[in-house]
């Protein structure tokens, strides 16, 4: 069983959010107080391998960072950076989703307004901002699946998968 995982950083670089999408339980995201090694673990459950992009360099050493939590040695993982590099892919996870015709919801946005999105909320409650952000971890993560599945010709994921946030 395989997780997509992806995470956004406030400008100071703490974790705001952390997604994850599984094909058997949808889009599972963990919000700013939400964020414990223990509800990420869960959130993994069952989990044999993690998938990301660019996850070696950036999500999963900030994972372990943070919450003391190494999914490199909990978890098989796959970074599709390195696939997509391979085949000639160039440029960031948009860039990609570009070239091969994979939609997103959240069309215009990128990591840089991440953090803004993120300071709006904290800063000022804005929930539309926080609506915003994660439709766009959201597409992030739903978006691995659908790219892996293009790099290993596998059928694509369900359009409109479950969606569960987690903020305590």
Same mark, same amino acid.
């Given at each position: ?8 950083? /406030?400008?100071?670089? /703490?974790?705001?959010?952390? &997604? ?6 949808? @889009?599972?995201?963990?919000?700013? +107080? ?13 989990? +044999? /391998?993690?998938?990301? $992009?660019?996850?070696?360099? $950036?999500?999963?050493? /900030? ?5 003391? !939590?190494?999914?490199? *040695? *909990? $978890? ?11 085949? &000639?892919?160039?440029? &960031? ?11 997103? !919801? +959240? ?11 993120? =300071? ?7 929930? @539309? !901002? #926080? ?13 691995? *699946?659908? #790219?892996? *599945?293009?790099?290993? =010709?596998?059928?694509?994921? @369900? =359009? ?9």
């Amino acid at each position: 069983m395989r997780a997509y995982l992806d995470i956004e950083t /406030t400008y100071s670089g /703490t974790i705001s959010v952390i &997604g994850i999408y599984r094909h058997d339980r949808g @889009t599972i995201q963990l919000v700013s +107080s939400g964020i414990y090694d223990i509800t990420l673990y869960n959130a993994l459950e069952g989990i +044999s /391998t993690i998938v990301t $992009f660019n996850g070696s360099s $950036f999500d999963l050493p /900030t994972i372990k960072r943070q919450l003391n !939590a190494d999914l490199k *040695a *909990a $978890f098989d993982h796959r970074d599709l950076l390195h696939e997509c590099r391979r085949r &000639g892919l160039r440029g &960031g996870l948009k860039g990609v989703e570009d070239r091969l015709g994979i939609t997103r !919801a +959240s069309t215009g946005l990128s990591g840089r307004d991440a953090p803004r999105l993120w =300071a709006r909320y904290e800063q000022y409650g804005d929930y @539309t !901002a #926080l609506r915003t952000l994660l439709t766009y971890n959201r597409d992030d993560v739903v978006n691995l *699946a659908v #790219l892996e *599945a293009h790099l290993d =010709a596998l059928p694509t994921p @369900t =359009a409109n998968p479950a969606w569960k946030v987690i903020i305590e």
